[in-house]
């Protein structure tokens, strides 16, 4: 089976807290390749990052990090001294197949950051 | 990348009419997607539409509901046929440029 997990339906953190964002896949594939998007309430999906299966390489970027453990399947996304504004809903993707890819989108985390 | 426009960027319409969502892209592309997305839900794909072939609809949606059309590499139209308050959602139309998926702008949809 090919899924995404976002257990964490909603976080609410206060401003300039740390927050994680869990993302669990599953896929047989051994190429896949993983994504975070975020969608502020206007609506539109941002690209923030991908990653491939073969790249266990931790990133950072900015106040952003993220931390892809094959091991345990995951692809977990941290949030360093949050800002009002990154208050969203936060979506994981995994992309699989050859030629015609597929994209299987998780259920999503709302984050609320408070002043 | 890819840079998608999508037209309207909201509306509210009565039940039992019609509305057509447009998609404009800055480049030419072969492969272009509609996606829904529910109050608090994620994406479910509805249909896949290629240049010059009629689209590809997935499990639960049919071409009577969600009739679209591809006239061209840059443009293609979704039309939500007879709403319902359950086709209230985001619409969201992709490419795929190089093995990569972008992402439009959205269209939120309202139904009374």
């Known amino acids: 089976a090919q899924k995404v997990t976002q257990a964490q339906t909603e976080i609410s953190v206060v401003e300039k807290e740390d927050v994680t964002l869990d993302c669990v896949y599953e896929t047989r594939d051994t190429t896949y390749y993983l994504f975070w998007y975020k969608q502020p309430p206007s609506g539109e999906l941002v690209f923030l990052i991908r990653?491939?299966?073969?790249?266990?390489q931790n990133e950072i970027s900015g106040r952003y990090s993220w931390n892809f453990q094959k091991s345990t399947s995951s692809f977990n996304f941290t949030i360093t001294a949050s800002q009002v504004v990154d208050s969203a809903v936060y979506f994981c993707?995994?992309?699989?197949?050859?030629?015609?890819?597929?994209?299987?989108f998780g259920t999503g985390t709302r984050l609320k950051v408070l002043a | 990348s890819a840079v998608i426009s999508q037209k309207p960027s909201r509306d509210i319409c009565q039940r039992g009419t019609s509305l057509t969502i447009q998609c404009q892209v800055d480049s030419q592309v072969t492969m272009m997607f509609w996606y829904r997305q529910q109050p608090g839900q994620s994406l479910t794909l509805i249909a896949t539409a290629n240049q010059g072939s009629e689209a590809t609809y997935e499990s639960g949606f049919v071409i009577d509901k969600f009739p679209i059309s591809r006239p061209n590499l840059t443009f293609s139209t979704l039309t939500v046929s007879n709403m319902s308050p359950e086709d209230s959602s985001i619409y969201l139309c992709?490419?795929?440029?190089?093995?990569?998926?972008?992402f439009g702008p959205g269209t939120r949809l309202t139904v009374l």
């Open positions: 993707a995994l992309r699989v197949g050859s030629g015609t890819y597929k994209y299987i």
């Open positions: 990653r491939n299966s073969f790249d266990e």
């Open positions: 992709s490419v795929a440029n190089r093995g990569w998926r972008f």
